[in-house]
């Protein structure tokens, strides 16, 4: 795989580039968004290195997209450019249409340096990898930059197909988030955690099996708690859990190695947060840690009420000097709603991403970077 980081400046003058990020941010999370900050990084490095930018990314999933009108101001990109516009501090052209032959034009007139397109999902050929559709993408630049790693689990025409036509480099957000991955693979500082919430379980047994060798220790918490709570026939009520996942959890769940929650909040029948006692001992077990690896949260977060043992295990990795990562897009961002992140060594933009890349799995996008012969 080649980065951007490394090529020549003679290289890059003068040219266009065509930048694949994830910028799948919801309305009321884009004055703070990371996935903003972290996109800063390469378009930055682009403009300083006098390259035009060409931004590709997409919002949400289009229900039809042969029948698009209707869907098109909720997941539009509209929103998303002015808010990055105001963190690289320049101008961003929005096309709204993908008549490459005109943007492309228009690009070569324009005496401004950003452009975006709208939504790739709006057209069908994004999702289906479409050869010709990655064709018409490439007619508007001279290289190609993945700086989506959100997104490089899936194989879409603006990640994979889009290789076989130009040049193609890994982008600075994207070459931080291989290395800090890297390093808690390949020879992890022990006692190693791992701590999995969020909603399902079933995307989250893959990294137990991948390190499970390593781990001193797994504490659960949210939909991931409750499943295993159901796998072993405690009473959960109406709380959330991954029915599909019961016979691998109620596998999993003998294992000494996986914590559960000793107590937790409950309200109308809900499990919504873990409780004093699991959060300090949770936060005991932290403090062993010398690698600590966290994707999703311990609770109901989306309602203040439950965002206690989220935040607290915030705290407790923030006050460790061991390499830490977090992902998940709601853990992430409530802990930059919290301002926790800035002794946390490393926050990822992925969320299933991420679990993929950790248990091993095949990322498409990755693959059609290290493929790429230009």
Known sequence: MKYLSQLNKKYLNGKTCLLRLDLNIQDDELKNSLRL???????????????????????????????????????????????????VDKKIILFENFDFKKIKKAVNDSNDKVFMLENLRFNSGEENNSKNFAKGLSFLGDFYVNDAFAVSHRENASVCAITDFLPSYAGLELEMEIKAFEKVIKNPPKPLIIILGGAKISDKIGVIKKFYSKISWVLTGGGVANTFFAAKNIPVGKSLYDKNSLTIAK??????????????????????????????????????????????????????????????????????????????????????????????????????????????????????LDKNNF
């Open 37 to 87: 900050k972290r996109a800063s990084l390469t378009i930055n490095f682009l403009l300083k290195n006098n390259v035009k930018v060409i931004i590709l990314s997409h919002k949400g999933r289009p229900e039809n997209v042969s029948n698009i009108e209707h869907q098109k101001s909720k997941l539009s990109l509209k929103d998303v450019s002015k808010a990055l516009s105001d963190v």
């Open 251 to 368: 596998e999993w769940s003998k294992s000494k190695k996986i914590i559960f929650p000793q107590d937790v909040k409950i309200e109308n029948g809900e499990i919504l947060d873990i409780g004093k006692k699991t959060i300090e001992n949770y936060s005991s077990i932290i403090k062993k840690a010398k690698t600590i690896i966290w994707n999703g949260p311990m609770g109901y977060i989306e309602n203040e009420k439950y965002q206690n043992g989220t935040v607290s295990l915030a705290r407790a990795i923030g006050k460790s000097r061991d390499f830490s990562i977090v992902g998940g897009g709601e853990t992430t961002s409530l802990i930059l709603k919290k301002h926790l992140e800035k002794n946390i060594k490393f926050l990822s933009i992925g969320g299933g991403a991420m679990l993929w890349y950790l248990s091993g799995k095949k990322m498409p996008g990755l693959e059609a």
